[in-house]
């Protein structure tokens, strides 16, 4: 029901000049959903398209996402340490385009230079520099400064945000110590203060709004080693985020989400408070970790369901809030060495969230979920170098905590399978890997899928992964 294409490209250069060391890593990613059209969409009903024919559907929805981002890092000695620089650039562009012109309509909008029916592009400058010092006298640590800088220009035919530019600014440190080699505690706290400007907008209502925040959150934690193969730690950390601009202002058709979404100028930013626990036992064979979490969450910003739909695109309307809210959870893993050639896993994961104020579920949670495993590493065949065969089963139980108006989702378990292996080449080894999610082709919904409403979530899934390591030097 869903087409997709996707290019990746990435490059990696790394310099030794006399004063440190410098990296630069640049990575370009496109990718381009064509989603199928909602049920009740105008067009279809209308016009009494047969959508088990694709020529006679008309242009589907579709989203392109464009991510580049390029990043030089510096590492850069000094006494008791080392500087890190940190400098990164990245270009967001977001297209959407509904299901309202023909193929050919679609082709003469190109032509003639038309805007789309929607587009984001954000330009996003990040900075940071930092001091490492070493752990002298069982103390280390770090300390810096971070900012950054947003501009969002809307540029489609319809406005779902606004224009809007943020600053962001801070400072950090966080320090650890040692005192014992079983024990070590760990502190650290930052400042900020950000600025959010949104340009005034007549087709979402939208006044000229400057909102500015300040900030202090910090965090705590210790580790404990009573023995050789067992540690247990814990931390409690005050977090705070702001609301973004699509939480403050989207008012419209998200047409890659399926969703109306509708936001809230008069969000306040969130306060959290987190308390963790961790136990991790690691055997010569055997490994265990387990977790939990309590998260109580002053303001919780999230995105909920309502009663209405849409008229013009039959999409149900998705607001964003707040409340006070509770998270908690935890999740278990284990991995089992049964052989040399053969190794076990199995794990655990849950989360629950409620709505303080109301005393309900919050909507939008994962479910239940248990997984199991078993790889085979095999002896070298022929030609083929590490080959191995995996087998991976998941089971997603039945989603019963939800909120209003969110359907519930059955249970369901899904099988997948990979294999590969090292093929050596002139210089170097080529890994192939060949993957394979859901074997068994089975239909399921995905709880927090975007299309659970209309749509199944994707069926047999095959892929194959072709590595070849290379370098660019010289000799001296």
């Known amino acids: 029901n869903t087409g997709a294409g996707e290019f990746d490209a990435g490059l990696s250069v790394e310099g030794d000049p006399s004063w440190g060391r410098l ?56 006494d008791f340490g080392h500087w890190n620089l940190d400098l990164t650039y990245q270009l967001n562009s977001r297209k959407e385009e509904g299901v309202s012109e023909s193929r050919d309509a679609e082709m003469q909008k190109k032509k003639l230079k038309l805007k789309p029916e929607a587009l984001l592009i954000l330009n996003d400058i990040d900075f940071e520099s930092k001091y490492n010092w070493n752990g002298a006298y069982h103390l280390g640590g770090s300390a810096g400064v971070s900012g950054s800088v947003k501009i969002n220009s809307t540029e489609g035919q319809k406005a779902i945000v606004p ?4 600053l962001n600014g801070g400072a950090f440190a966080f320090a650890t110590l040692s005192p014992a080699p079983v024990l070590k505690f760990s502190l650290g706290g930052r400042v900020d203060e950000m600025q959010l400007s949104a340009s005034a907008n007549d087709q979402l209502e939208i006044k000229k709004t400057t909102k500015d925040y300040t900030t202090f959150t910090g965090s705590g934690g210790l580790a404990f080693t009573p023995l050789e193969f067992l540690e247990i730690s814990g931390s409690v950390g005050r977090g705070w985020r702001a609301p973004v601009a699509a939480e403050l202002f989207f008012n419209g058709a998200d047409e890659g989400a399926a969703r109306y979404k509708v936001g809230d100028a008069s969000l306040v930013p969130e306060q959290s408070l987190n308390v963790d626990g961790t136990v991790k036992v690691s055997a010569a064979r055997v490994s265990v970790e387990g977790s939990i979490f309590h998260n109580n969450v002053d303001h919780y910003i999230y995105l909920a369901p309502t009663a209405d739909f849409d008229s013009a ?9 707040q409340a006070d809210a509770e998270l908690f959870g935890g999740e278990f893993a284990t991995q089992v060495s049964v052989t040399k050639w053969m190794i076990l896993n199995a794990g655990l994961d849950m989360v629950r969230g409620r709505n303080v104020d109301a005393k309900k579920d919050l909507p939008l949670i994962p479910a239940d979920r248990v997984t199991g495993g078993v790889k085979f590493t095999l002896q070298n065949i022929a030609i083929a170098k590490h080959p191995y065969l995996q087998l991976t089963g998941r089971y997603f139980a039945k989603q019963e905590h939800i909120a209003d108006f969110e359907s519930v989702t059955p249970s369901y378990y899904l099988f997948d399978a990979g294999l590969g292996c090292e ?10 890997d060949l993957l394979a999610e859901n074997l068994l082709n089975r239909a399921y919904y995905d709880h927090l899928s975007r299309y659970k409403e209309y749509a199944l979530d994707p069926g047999l899934d095959i892929e194959l992964k072709c590595s070849v390591p290379f370098g660019i030097g010289h000799r001296k």
């Open 23 to 78: 990296i630069f890593n640049a990575t370009n990613y496109f990718q381009k959903y064509q989603i199928s059209p909602e049920p009740g969409r105008m067009e279809i009903e209308q016009n009494a398209f047969d959508t088990s024919r694709y020529d006679t559907l008309p242009a589907m929805p579709h989203q392109e996402i464009l991510h580049t981002r390029g990043n030089l890092d510096a590492y850069i000695p000094a």
């Open 163 to 166: 224009d809007f530019s943020s």
């Open 313 to 321: 695109t039959a999409l149900r309307k998705y607001k964003y809030t």
């Open 423 to 432: 093929l050596p080449l002139k210089t170097r080894d080529m890994t192939i």
